[in-house]
């Protein structure tokens, strides 16, 4: 498929070239992409308003500016799958956009994005084709490199199918380095642990570090709580190996949000929201912004939450524990104390179903808070409600509902 020893040579010559070090995403990347919503939807006669095109596109870079989503931090318009031609231009070779469903090009659509304040995303595959059958970078990855640079992109997510997975640990950095040659800053979301893992090869996590600004671990998100818990489970029991290679310009990747769609309820939907924050996630909504309801609108825009998400110091949280079935993940933020503590992030996660709210008590001990002067507590679902001071010897009681959440930040006096 692709004559891989050409490349392991120039890795050898330019090893300080060829890493990324674009100096992007030091906090992880928000924005909105198409793929949980509107996967491939190409039918633009039954589905006017769904279908992958330059009209969603669009329309969503509006609904991000004027619904108060910019503001937040969402700043990505991210097209996924299903956007291209099924054929290279015969001439030049490089990708084309439908010419149906993209009928201005990708300038006129980046130009319209970039007008709206945002930044504009694109997908590509690292293999022959992409999942959905189009054309891949292999192959032409110098000219798709400086094409998505000529088409003004912000952001590259490379996917990994119909690749050959013993080639990604080295291609996956040489097209982030051809990225970068380009002389156009752009993020790059890499997909290769993420096909790596399941097929038994374990993803070098220093390498991703140095070559990309994020990357998918593992399966792709669906609409449903089964497979929500699924993926925080995954990060959960993997999380030493994981955890510690998440930090500012290169991010660990649950996928994306699924907050505004069918599978979550109000009280599921603040569950994943507090988990990404904790993870320091991408918050990457996949979602139609015209239908979201209100309430869920206000867990996307929680201002606290955010903050969380976005805490400058970068480090990645982990689940503390579980007791009787409610997880405690944990996350160190800022302020820190005089006495070098960290404030915290702690989400007390229920995965009860016994059909009433559960009452559960925690010693600072126990949550491993050791700021001698205690911890000023505020409830982050609340509207950042003042819940007081407590010392090392309190007890910390909480209430949560099944399959709910309760979300406080803990800053150390």
């Given at each position: ?250 991010w660990n990747d649950p996928d994306m949000l ?42 996307l825009q929680n201002r606290h939450v955010i ?107």
């Amino acid at each position: 498929m692709w004559k891989i020893s050409g490349i392991l040579l120039l890795l050898q010559l330019l090893q300080g070239a060829l890493t990324l070090d674009n100096g992007l995403a030091r906090t992880p990347p928000m924005g909105w992409m198409s793929w949980q919503r509107f996967r491939c939807i190409t039918d633009c006669k039954s589905y006017p308003d769904e279908c992958i095109s330059e009209s969603l596109f669009r329309r969503h870079a509006d609904l991000l500016a004027d619904e108060g989503y910019a503001e937040a931090g969402y700043e990505y318009v991210i097209i996924d799958d299903c956007w291209l031609e099924k054929n290279r231009d015969t001439k030049t070779n490089k990708l084309v956009a439908d010419l149906k469903r993209f009928p201005s090009g990708l300038n006129a659509l980046a130009d319209h994005i970039h007008d709206r304040g945002l930044k504009f995303g694109l997908y590509q595959d690292f293999g022959t084709h992409t999942c959905a059958g189009y054309p891949g970078v292999i192959n032409h990855m110098e000219l798709d490199a400086q094409t998505f640079a000529d088409w003004q992109v912000d952001y590259v997510k490379l996917d990994g199918c119909y690749a050959n997975i013993s080639d990604m640990a080295v291609g996956y950095p040489e097209f982030g380095r051809l990225l970068n040659h380009t002389g156009r800053p752009m993020v790059y979301s890499c997909s290769w642990p993420a096909y790596q893992e399941p097929n038994g090869e374990m993803p070098d996590y220093e390498s991703l570090k140095q070559h990309c600004n994020l990357w998918r671990n593992w399966d792709d998100i669906d609409d449903s709580l089964e497979s929500l818990l699924q993926i925080t489970d995954y990060f959960a029991k993997n999380q030493d190996r994981i955890q510690p290679h998440g930090g500012p310009g290169h991010w660990n990747d649950p996928d994306m949000l699924l907050l505004g769609n069918y599978g979550l309820s109000y009280d599921q939907s603040k569950l994943q929201m507090a988990i990404w924050a904790i993870m320091a996630a991408p918050l990457i909504m996949s979602n139609d912004l015209a239908s979201v309801r209100p309430e869920i609108k206000d867990i996307l825009q929680n201002r606290h939450v955010i903050a969380v998400n976005q805490d400058p110091l970068g480090i990645q949280g982990r689940r503390l524990l579980v007791k009787n079935n409610i997880e405690v993940w944990r996350r160190p933020i800022t302020p820190e104390a005089p006495s070098g503590e960290y404030s915290y992030a702690l989400a007390f996660v229920s995965r009860r179903t016994d059909g009433a709210p559960y009452s559960i008590s925690f010693t600072l001990k126990e949550l491993y808070l050791n700021n001698l002067k205690g911890y000023g507590v505020q409830d982050l679902y609340k509207n950042n409600l003042d819940m007081g001071v407590f010392g090392l010897e309190s007890q910390f009681k909480t209430r949560v509902i099944p399959n709910g959440v309760t979300f406080f930040k803990f800053t150390a006096l």
